[in-house]
Nanobody, 125 residues
Framework: QVHLEETGGGLVQAGGSLQLSCAASGGGSSYLVLGWFRQAPGQEREFVAALSYSGNNIYYGEAVKGRFIVSRDNSEKTVSLQMNNLKPDDTAVYYC??????????????????WGQGTQVTVSS
């Protein structure tokens, strides 16, 4: 069972930056596709970014392209999300997600096997 724990959420003004991190632990926590989704109140959970174990395959959601950067450290089993030029529309609970697929990155939440508990990001205007 893989356990995911996010850190780094908070309140930031529009135009500011914030970094989220997620640590994976437990059996089967190697060779994972790692990524981020977000969910605003009353909305569906939305794909943000994900990358393969090698880091060679990286995908971003359209809403965050050019502003967010996803990265990972396989020695530490962590994935990070650097969020720049934040907008009020980025306000949501951000979830770390993992898929036991090594190089096959997916954008559909149904294809992820494990989830963190979520961390709140609030962007004020």
């Amino acid at each position: 069972q893989v356990h995911l724990e996010e850190t780094g959420g908070g309140l930031v003004q529009a135009g500011g930056s914030l970094q989220l991190s997620c640590a994976a632990s437990g059996g089967g926590s190697s060779y994972l596709v790692l990524g981020w989704f977000r969910q605003a109140p009353g909305q569906e959970r939305e794909f943000v970014a994900a990358l393969s174990y090698s880091g060679n395959n990286i995908y971003y959601g359209e809403a965050v392209k050019g502003r967010f950067i996803v990265s990972r450290d396989n020695s530490e089993k962590t994935v990070s999300l650097q969020m720049n030029n934040l907008k009020p529309d980025d306000t949501a609970v951000y979830y770390c997600a993992a898929r036991q697929a090594r190089e096959r990155v997916a954008m559909s939440k149904e294809l992820y096997d494990y989830w963190g508990q979520g961390t709140q990001v609030t962007v004020s205007s």
